[in-house]
């Protein structure tokens, strides 16, 4: 007598434990790299939050503070002429870190940063701006760099200009 068995064989069984390893491996790296990328794009947001705060801050400073202050107009501008006019541009000097004395929201955007466990560096450099070919007293051109800290290239860069003018002035003109 023959008994009859409903089931799967050895074979069957390894086969489909095979084939269900293979699919949990490539969802794993598909799932990893999607950590990666995410991890990547909160830190550039981040990055962008910076160089923005920093940005706005220098530009704030320029007009507020005193003479002698580090973000001041004339300090910023005597920065700025440490600068090389090379082949028709000024070379961007190297990214400077401020000494932020007692300003606390100095301090919390340039003197070590972090966001969500992320450490950055945030630096910046200052050039005159020519406009037809001279330079404009009235207007310095900023750059921001923001790393993420023990990195030697910044994550994002910021791009921005500075003038003295006030609101009860003209704004000088730029191309």
């Known amino acids: 007598m023959q008994h009859k068995q409903d089931g799967f064989s050895l074979i069957e069984v390894l086969v489909s434990i095979t084939i269900l390893s293979i699919i949990s ?3 794993i790296s598909i ?4 950590l990666s990328a995410s991890r990547t794009s909160t830190e550039l947001t981040f990055a962008n939050y910076l160089a923005k705060n920093a940005t706005s801050y220098i530009k704030r400073e320029a ?6 202050e580090a973000f001041s107009f004339v300090s910023l501008s005597q920065e700025a002429l440490k600068a090389v006019y090379l082949n028709g541009n000024y070379v961007i000097p190297e990214p ?3 000494s932020c004395g007692v300003s606390a929201i100095c301090t919390s955007i340039f003197t070590d940063p972090e966001i969500n466990n992320i450490s950055f560096d945030v630096k910046y450099s200052v050039t005159p701006h020519k406009m037809e070919g001279e330079v404009n007293p009235n207007l310095l051109d900023l750059y921001v760099y923001v790393y993420v800290e023990g ?5 994002t860069t910021l791009k921005g200009s500075i003038t003295n003018a006030t609101l009860n002035q003209s704004f000088p003109t730029t191309k």
């Open 25 to 27: 491996v490539s969802l």
């Open 31 to 34: 799932f990893s790299q999607s």
């Open 96 to 98: 400077a870190t401020p």
């Open 63 to 68: 007009i507020e503070a005193t003479t002698n």
């Open 151 to 155: 990195t030697t290239e910044p994550i």
